[in-house]
Every structure is written in structure tokens, then in C-alpha cells.
């Protein structure tokens, strides 16, 4: 079974410029969350989707968005890009939101192997 | 959200056992803790996850006492493959999917 894909693997912009990137998940997988790494604040919640909803979105600014598609592939889009949004940007995903998975629970996450933008 | 604290850092000797303790005073009845593991340039993996009491698979157990507001990792024998940062994840709970990550726990085995 594939794993999570994550395409652009490596990206460098400037400033001023907007990014999109992108997630495939496990296949059957419908849930899938975003997350910034920088070495200063670790692992930062960006938002989750389900079934084409964001269901989740954590503290970050407008220009980060999102979506999901009908397949279950997501984007994620960064918009007037600055120096402080240089980092990882992961991609997980699951079965869904427990309770949703044919009544069984499951919440791990797989995650992809990450798409590195630099703002310079 | 839960808010997690973990040590940033620890070290230790292969073939020991080593005991990572994340502290989570906010977590909801419906959270579950789950810890991952991350090498270098690789997405976090999958660790263990439970609610209450003790788990334990076939590379890690975790503790976690009746209160829930901490939970510690327990890796038996560690070698030096098992240096990487762990994070420490409170908030899947069922209906909520609020997703807090700990600060990691950089873990340096030495031979």
C-alpha cells in the first residue's frame, strides 16, 4: 500500500510570492492534516479536513488555507509568503475522525515525508 | 487545545531503558495520548497510543496514571537506531480533533 505523498519535496520562493502544495493520502484514507515544523516551534497544527470540510484549524494567519478534494487529495496554500514561513510542512492522514471509521477507533496518523519551502 | 510539556532533550546508553514523560494537565475525557517518532528529514512516525492504565506493542509501553494528566513513554533496551525526537500527541479524542503537538523530546542513545 502506498504511503502519503507529498509533492513538492523541495520549493524555494520569495518573498511576496504564494505557494501550493500537495497531499495524497493512503487510499481509503479521508482525513488529513497539515503541520508547520521549524526547528524554534516544533511541530504546529495547521488545519485538518474531512470529506472536502475543514473540521480543525489551528492558530495561524488567513493567508494559510487549504482544501481537500472529492478523491481525498489536499492542498495546502500559503499566500504573501515571508521569511518566517521557511520550514516542513507535513502532511498526514488517517481513516477518519474516530467514531466515523465503521465504528471502530482508530487516530493514528501517517504522515508523508514532508514538502521543504524556503522563503528567501 | 491540551497543551503538552516534554524535556527537551535526554540521553542515554544503549541497552537501557529509557522513560520520556510528557505532562498534559488539560486533557479532555475524550482524549486519547499517542507519541511518535521522528528521524531527520522523515515525517513522525507512529509509536503507541492509549487512554488509560498501561500498553504496551512490540517496541514501546505507556503509562498513564488515573488522573491522565501525564503520560510516560517507556522504550526497553533502548540501541542507537532509537536516537530521534519524540512527540508526545494529546487530542484525538472521538468528536474533537484538536491536534497538539508536544515540543519533542530529543533522545541521543550513545553505544
Known amino acids: 500500500k502506498a504511503g502519503v505523498t507529498q509533492t513538492p519535496r523541495y520549493l524555494i520562493k520569495t518573498r511576496g510570492q504564494q505557494v501550493t502544495l500537495s497531499c495524497s493520502p493512503i487510499?481509503?484514507?479521508?482525513?488529513v492534516s497539515w503541520y508547520q515544523q521549524t526547528p524554534g516551534q516544533g511541530l504546529q497544527f495547521l488545519f485538518e479536513?474531512?470529506?472536502?470540510?475543514?473540521?480543525n484549524k489551528g492558530n495561524f494567519p488567513g493567508r494559510f488555507s487549504g482544501r481537500q478534494f472529492s478523491n481525498s487529495r489536499s492542498e495546502m496554500n500559503v499566500s504573501t509568503l515571508e521569511l518566517g514561513d521557511s520550514a516542513l510542512y507535513l502532511c498526514?492522514?488517517?481513516?477518519?475522525?474516530?467514531?466515523?471509521?465503521?465504528?471502530?477507533?482508530?487516530?493514528?496518523?501517517?504522515f508523508g515525508e514532508g514538502s521543504r519551502l524556503t522563503v528567501l | 487545545l491540551a497543551k503538552t510539556t516534554q524535556p527537551i532533550s535526554m540521553d542515554s546508553y544503549e541497552g537501557q531503558e529509557v522513560n520520556i514523560t510528557c505532562s498534559h494537565n488539560?486533557?479532555?475525557?475524550?482524549?486519547?495520548i499517542t507519541w511518535y517518532q521522528q528521524f531527520p528529514s522523515q515525517g513522525p512516525r507512529f509509536i503507541i497510543q492509549?487512554?488509560?492504565t498501561k500498553v504496551t506493542n512490540e517496541v514501546a509501553s505507556l503509562f498513564i496514571p488515573a488522573d491522565r494528566k501525564s503520560s510516560t513513554l517507556s522504550l526497553p533496551r533502548v540501541s542507537l537506531s532509537d536516537t530521534a525526537v519524540y512527540y508526545c500527541?494529546?487530542?484525538?479524542?472521538?468528536?474533537?480533533?484538536?491536534?497538539?503537538f508536544g515540543s519533542g523530546t530529543r533522545l541521543q542513545v550513545q553505544p
Open positions: 500527541l494529546v487530542g484525538v479524542g472521538t468528536g474533537r480533533r484538536a491536534l497538539t
Open positions: 479536513y474531512f470529506s472536502e470540510t475543514q473540521r
Open positions: 487510499s481509503g484514507h479521508r482525513s
Open positions: 498526514a492522514s488517517s481513516l477518519g475522525p474516530p467514531g466515523l471509521a465503521g465504528g471502530s477507533y482508530t487516530g493514528e496518523l501517517f
Open positions: 488539560n486533557i479532555a475525557t475524550n482524549d486519547y
Open positions: 492509549g487512554y488509560k
